[in-house]
């Protein structure tokens, strides 16, 4: 019997594999398998029923608000920015420059992005230095504070805006011309067009788009750590302080906390699939 050759174009598979096995799907099964272990290595439950601690919830909860906030606003205004570019009957030449600096930006983050902040809006930012000196206006008397819950997300929003433009273009570029055109033929308005077509067809793409800048946003933590230290107690400076051997002292209850940003950010991932494979159905 003959046997059968492996194509040679699955070898450039082979890199991409090696590097998903070992950097990805091993550390993940080992994090997995530690949050049910103990320090003897037996089976165990108690590492989940630690996660309930009010410390850890609180930084659950916080680490959810932050990334609800970010991926709402984040929608919201790359959304605008994407249908402007795209369908708003701005120049065609500003598109370009516009996809390039949503690829750049998206990927812009950690210390960078930390010091880039903390040397415009931290307390002798330049913006601040200039509002206090143009117009005597100081924004830390009148409640702003960077190392904050609405400083990080604004800190954070400087990367989930491109990623929706990124994301949401595409979806905007499948609404076809036809279905305005044929709506126009109707009598719809441009926002009864909005509302009863184009809206429905990019729900299934919004919503994923949100579950995905939702999960961006709760794993980031290089950002928020160069930028806040330990002054925010979200879940990614918890584990990363964890693994430090600063604050818990327990490798395991530290799996299980990275266990629960992994379920959640899972779920998250998965809804975003789902409702692309959705959307995509319509722009065929």
Do not use: H, Q, Y
């Given at each position: 019997m003959q046997s059968r050759k492996l194509p040679l174009t699955w070898v450039g598979m082979v890199p991409f594999t090696l590097f998903a096995l070992l950097f990805l799907i091993a550390p993940t099964m080992y994090i997995v398998v530690g949050a049910f272990r103990t320090s003897d290595g037996g089976f165990t439950l108690s590492n989940l029923v630690n996660l309930f601690q009010p410390t850890i919830l609180a930084s659950y909860w916080i680490s959810i608000k932050i990334?609800?906030?970010?991926?709402?606003?984040?929608?919201?205004?790359?959304?605008?920015?994407a249908a402007a570019?795209?369908?708003?009957?701005?120049?065609?030449?500003?598109r370009g420059p516009v996809m390039t600096f949503s690829g750049v930006a998206s990927n812009f983050a950690g210390v960078p992005l930390a010091f880039a902040f903390l040397a415009t809006l931290g307390r002798l930012g330049l913006v601040t230095?200039?509002?206090?000196?143009?117009?005597?206006?100081?924004i830390y008397t009148h409640g702003f504070n960077l190392l904050s819950f609405f400083g990080l997300t604004i800190t954070y929003l400087f990367f989930q805006i491109p990623l929706m433009v990124l994301i949401i273009t595409p979806a905007l570029?499948?609404?076809?011309?036809?279905?305005?055109?044929?709506a126009s033929i109707l009598g719809a308005t441009g926002f009864q067009y909005w509302r009863i077509v184009a809206l429905p067809i990019l729900w299934p793409s919004l919503l994923g788009t949100l579950a995905l800048l939702f999960a961006n946003s709760f794993g980031a933590v290089a950002t928020a750590y160069?930028?806040?230290?330990?002054?925010?107690s979200i879940v990614p400076i918890m584990l990363y302080a964890q693994i430090r051997g600063d604050v818990l002292q327990d490798p395991h209850l530290g799996y299980a906390l990275a266990f629960g940003m992994i379920v959640i950010t899972g779920l998250a991932n998965l809804a975003y699939v789902w409702l692309r494979v959705r959307s995509e159905r319509w722009m065929r």
């Open positions: 990334s609800l906030a970010t991926a709402l606003v984040g929608c919201l205004i790359g959304f605008a920015l570019v795209t369908l708003g009957g701005l120049p065609n030449w500003l230095v200039l509002l206090k000196s143009w117009f005597g206006f100081n570029d499948g609404l076809k011309r036809e279905w305005k055109e044929a160069a930028l806040t230290g330990s002054s925010m």
